[in-house]
Nanobody, 119 residues
Framework: QVQLVESGGGLVQAGESLSLSCEAS????????MGWYRQAPGKHRELVARIIGDGSIDYADSVKGRFTIARDNVKSPMSLRMNSLKPEDAGVYYC?????????????WGQGTQVTVSS
């Protein structure tokens, strides 16, 4: 079991920056992938960024060059630094993790943190 807790959401103006953090607890050594999804009202949840077990990082095209995901080691929180925020970046941001137990994958989600960007 893995528990995820996000923090750092809030209200900012367009062009400003905001950082999110996700603290994992429980069976953290089983985590293979961690990342962030977001969901705007009336829209599907979409991948923002993720760090895969081999260290590779993926970003959504819409955030490349503006957002930076980081996690120093398995015991460190995962962060998402968001620069040059746009109104379309607003939504609920969810931390997620994929844990491996043998050949079985388990998905875990945080409760979400609200990001609001005013124009």
């Amino acid at each position: 079991q893995v528990q995820l807790v996000e923090s750092g959401g809030g209200l900012v103006q367009a062009g400003e920056s905001l950082s999110l953090s996700c603290e994992a607890s429980g069976d953290i050594f089983s985590i293979n992938t961690m990342g962030w999804y977001r969901q705007a009202p009336g829209k599907h949840r979409e991948l923002v960024a993720r760090i895969i077990g081999d260290g590779s990082i993926d970003y959504a095209d819409s955030v490349k060059g503006r957002f930076t995901i980081a996690r120093d080691n398995v015991k460190s929180p995962m962060s998402l630094r968001m620069n040059s925020l746009k109104p379309e970046d607003a939504g609920v941001y969810y931390c997620y993790a994929v844990a491996l137990t043998g050949d079985v994958e388990f998905d875990y989600w945080g409760q979400g943190t609200q990001v609001t960007v005013s124009s």
